[in-house]
């Protein structure tokens, strides 16, 4: 184990944002935690999709191409394409890391993570105070295909691909992510960056008055809007500002085109929320976690 100063975190961030750690260590072993207190190489997630596909396990075929690792996963709750992490969680192992407690595991059960829309227990109540090691999910080898979600169902049907296994849904998210979201070795993004808009029914009404054409799906009497829609209709589709910007084929994608700073990043997210709350009168929310 080595400890490192000013450690510069550029290659260990999808954004390619140079900000220095104090200090810094990878470790590989479990075991190493005790020593240290505590950070595991993290495995990374997308991997863990092959993995399971190409052994006909189905379960997070939809959730392929999502950039960041396993142990992260829970946090956010992962979604996309119709299906997210709380569908196959069964726990998530972690390590106590407030002072005096280095040492204590903890194993939550799917209830305790208290996972929500891009949500969880340990992005909020438990912030910063756990640091997951392992997850456990449960998948099946019988066939339970979730093609449902219209982009994907409409892939599929263009290219006349039947769906025969895990493999064939996967290898398709693939390709609609890599048209759509840009490469994070290749442009530092974070994938998506905000929450979707959930609103009640009398507020979707109103909104069609003036946008009778406006995206929506209704989820048991809640209405959600998709915050790309929104971010497009506030012109900042394609829009860069320096060394920042929003992506110019996806409005949820806020890349670093080089040199950026958090700053840089902060200031536009601020606009972009600001603008929205001034048009439209609601709030958007980020997706990822914000440290100051």
Not at 197 to 222: R, S
């Amino acid at each position: 184990m080595k400890i490192r100063r000013n450690y510069n975190l550029a290659k260990l961030n999808t954004f390619g944002i140079s900000a220095n750690a104090r200090f810094f260590v990878e470790l590989n072993k479990e075991v190493d935690l005790r020593e240290l207190f505590n950070v595991p190489d993290g495995e990374i997630w997308h991997d863990l999709v092959i993995f399971a596909t190409e052994r006909g396990y189905w379960g997070i075929e939809n959730l392929s191409f999502i950039p960041g690792t396993v142990g992260a996963a829970p946090m956010q709750n992962i979604g996309a394409y119709g299906a997210e992490l709380a569908n196959v969680l069964t726990n998530v192992e972690a390590y106590n890391l407030e002072n005096g407690k280095e040492n204590e595991k903890k194993i939550f059960n799917k209830e305790e993570c208290e996972l929500g829309y891009r949500d969880s227990i340990f992005k909020n109540r438990l912030k910063g105070k756990y640091f997951i090691t392992a997850i456990t999910i449960t998948l099946s080898k019988i066939e339970n295909k979730n093609i449902t979600y219209k982009i994907l169902q409409e892939y599929l049907e263009k290219n006349k691909i039947e769906v025969k296994n895990s493999k064939d849904i996967s290898d398709a998210v693939t390709f609609i992510r890599k048209t759509k979201l840009p490469d994070p070795i290749i442009i530092g993004n974070a994938g998506s960056f905000f929450k979707n808009v959930f609103v009640e029914l009398a507020t979707l009404e109103k909104l069609q008055k003036t946008y009778p054409e406006i995206p929506h799906f209704n989820e048991e009497g809640i209405v959600k809007i998709p915050a790309g829609w929104f971010i497009e209709q506030c012109g900042w589709k394609g829009k860069r500002i320096e060394n920042v910007g929003v992506h110019e084929k996806h409005a949820l994608v806020l890349v670093n085109y080089g040199g950026a700073t958090g700053k840089e990043i902060l200031v536009l997210v601020n606009k972009i929320i600001a603008d929205i709350k001034e048009k439209f009168d609601l709030e958007l929310t980020p997706e990822v976690n914000l440290i100051s």
